[in-house]
């Protein structure tokens, strides 16, 4: 059974970083591309990064390029996402996912999903 588990969510000041991470269980690791979505409240999910299997190659959404940053160690079967310069607007509940793929790709749509994490920035 595949499992993916998230951590380091919690609340912090606008400006503020934070660092979340994702183990997976059940699954070959580096066979999945893995991504992180955000859902806010009163919003649709959407896309925040992803990365390719090897890791070497991140992708971002336009709202946090430059802020953000997607990697991965394969050998602990972990994805990270290093998160600066946070904003109001970056309050959600922070899901990985992770997809068999060979391409990395802006898709909200993955075949295994985490439970969730809550990022809460104020003022």
């Known amino acids: 059974q595949v499992q993916l588990v998230e951590s380091g969510g919690g609340l912090v000041q606008a400006g503020d970083s934070l660092r979340l991470s994702c183990v997976a269980s059940?699954?070959?690791?580096?066979?999945?591309?893995m991504g992180w979505l955000r859902q806010a409240p009163g919003k649709e999910r959407e896309f925040v990064a992803a990365?390719?299997?090897?890791?070497?190659?991140?992708i971002y959404a336009d709202s946090v390029k430059g802020r953000f940053s997607i990697s991965r160690e394969n050998a602990k079967n972990t994805v990270y996402l290093q998160m600066n310069s946070l904003t109001l607007e970056d309050t959600a509940v922070y899901y990985c996912a992770g997809q068999v793929d060979s391409y990395v790709s802006r898709t909200t749509s993955y075949d295994y999903w985490g439970q969730g994490t809550q990022v809460t920035v104020g003022s």
């Open positions: 990365v390719s299997r090897s890791g070497d190659v991140p």
């Open positions: 059940g699954v070959t690791f580096s066979k999945l591309v």
